[in-house]
């Protein structure tokens, strides 16, 4: 089957992005409104995104009620969405003979679950992590360490399921939950928080961790913004992702779309009992892989389908970098402010279901009839989902919360006979559900005849 074609993308990367910076590139400074509270007592120059609301009240209102501004939150009766009951809702998953319960008193959220002695407890549910495909739960240990808790729940299957058998496991063997591997400040904090300081102590092997704001701010994506703030504007004293590069603007985002590792050689605080999931305090406009190291197809197998897209989430960047758009759209090639809006997390720039949003660029296949002869499914994408550019070009294989899939960000046209000789979802068959791989590979051939 043929791909799309690389075509020169209409926009600048600098346009592509005007949302992501919007407010930097022509903003002149004036003097900092008197409502603006700047303190950055917290954390050294992060303010927090109370402080960007009076100049740039659209942003701020988009980010508000975007999912960054909830990935985590203290756990209250509007932050979770799991199935708790006062009854007790009883995990299928036991442990061990140890029943998991997840248990709601008054306005407090529990776990009953095995500790690392073995003994079954309750545990206090602190904070959720995650509000719209899945849910997950973290409680507070005595050394300072966050830990996320053994239980997630899924929201399309309506239920809550062991995360990952790590209650079942062998307390101490590295992989249950209570074990220091799995601390939330490893794993989840950096990702997470805006103006993170880890706080840790490796003498005492303490945290006393701080942050500056228990969500994905304007400052993950801008930089610490105290100047910014008491200049009242201007474009010298903050990051501004529209005026970065293609690989800089992609890094800004590809921080926390990606999957990998950083140790102290790159930044992380020694001594910790483990390496860190994500890039520790790397500034918007630094490069990526100068402060992680991300997962490979050839070291992590399991992340991976066999033929080299992503099996697993929160691999965004790890796709689009093995893309044609990116290797060969050179600095006008898109960025994902080409498609997302970067201030409502949940928000595409234009529609996917009349092509649209990829249309901006391909703009050959906006007729009817070219788009029916290059997707041999009509020319009605609304009509007939097999002329819709995603579901070949972006198919729902990105396993991430039991039943959910995520959209694929490879952009590889389907071929039949790859997916047959990998043992990679063919994205004709995501459809076509009742067929096989032999009907798929001969109605290729028909419908593609020359295709590469």
Request: aromatic share 8%.
């Amino acid at each position: 089957m043929r791909r799309f074609r690389v075509v020169t993308v209409l926009v600048s990367a600098t346009a592509a992005s005007v949302g992501l910076g919007a407010g930097c590139a022509s903003e002149e400074p004036r003097a900092a409104p008197p409502s603006v509270t700047v303190d950055d007592s917290v954390v050294p120059g992060y303010v927090g995104s109370d402080a960007c609301a009076s100049c740039h009240e659209k942003e701020f209102a988009q980010w508000k009620a975007s999912l960054h501004s909830r990935m985590e939150q203290a756990a209250t009766s509007s932050s979770v969405i799991g199935d708790f009951t006062e009854a007790g809702t009883v995990v299928a998953a036991e442990a061990e003979g140890k029943r998991i319960v997840m248990v709601k008193k008054g306005d407090e959220y529990w776990i009953e679950a095995p500790d690392a002695n073995g003994e079954q407890r309750a545990w206090r549910i602190d904070r959720t992590i995650g509000n719209r495909y899945k849910q997950r739960y973290l409680t507070k240990f005595p050394d300072g360490s966050w830990h996320t808790l053994p239980v997630q729940w899924f929201e399309k299957d309506g239920k809550f399921v062991e995360w990952h058998h790590k209650a079942s496991v062998k307390p101490g063997s590295g992989d249950f939950w209570a074990d220091d591997a799995w601390q939330w400040q490893l794993k989840c904090a950096g990702c997470h928080t805006t103006g993170l300081d880890l706080g840790w102590d490796a003498a005492t092997k303490t945290y006393s961790t701080r942050w500056r704001e228990l969500a994905i701010g304007c400052e993950s994506c801008h930089g610490p913004g105290k100047e910014h703030v008491l200049a009242g504007g201007g474009v010298g004293n903050v990051d501004c992702p529209s005026r970065m590069t293609l690989p800089q603007q992609m890094d800004a985002c590809g921080k926390c779309h990606s999957r990998g590792t950083a140790g102290p050689e790159l930044g992380a605080p020694a001594g910790l009992p483990g390496k860190l999931a994500y890039p520790y305090n790397m500034r918007p406009g630094s490069r990526l892989d100068d402060r992680f190291v991300q997962v490979t197809r050839e070291k992590n197998a399991a992340e991976f389908w066999p033929d080299g897209s992503s099996k697993n989430h929160h691999q965004q960047l790890t796709d689009h970098r093995k893309s044609e758009m990116y290797l060969h759209g050179g600095e006008k090639g898109p960025t994902c402010t080409t498609c997302h809006d970067p201030h409502d997390a949940n928000a595409l720039k234009l529609p996917i279901e009349d092509n649209s949003l990829c249309n901006q660029c391909h703009e050959d296949f906006r007729d009817g009839p070219s788009l029916a002869q290059h997707t041999g499914h009509g020319a009605d994408p609304v009509a007939n989902a097999g002329a819709r550019c995603v579901e070949c070009h972006m198919p729902r294989i990105v396993e991430h919360a039991g039943s959910q899939r995520l959209r694929s960000h490879t952009y590889w046209g389907p071929d039949a006979k790859r997916s047959r000789d990998t043992k990679t979802p063919d994205a004709c068959l995501l459809c076509h559900k009742d067929k096989d791989s032999a009907w798929s590979e001969t109605e290729s051939a028909r419908i593609w005849p020359s295709a590469k």
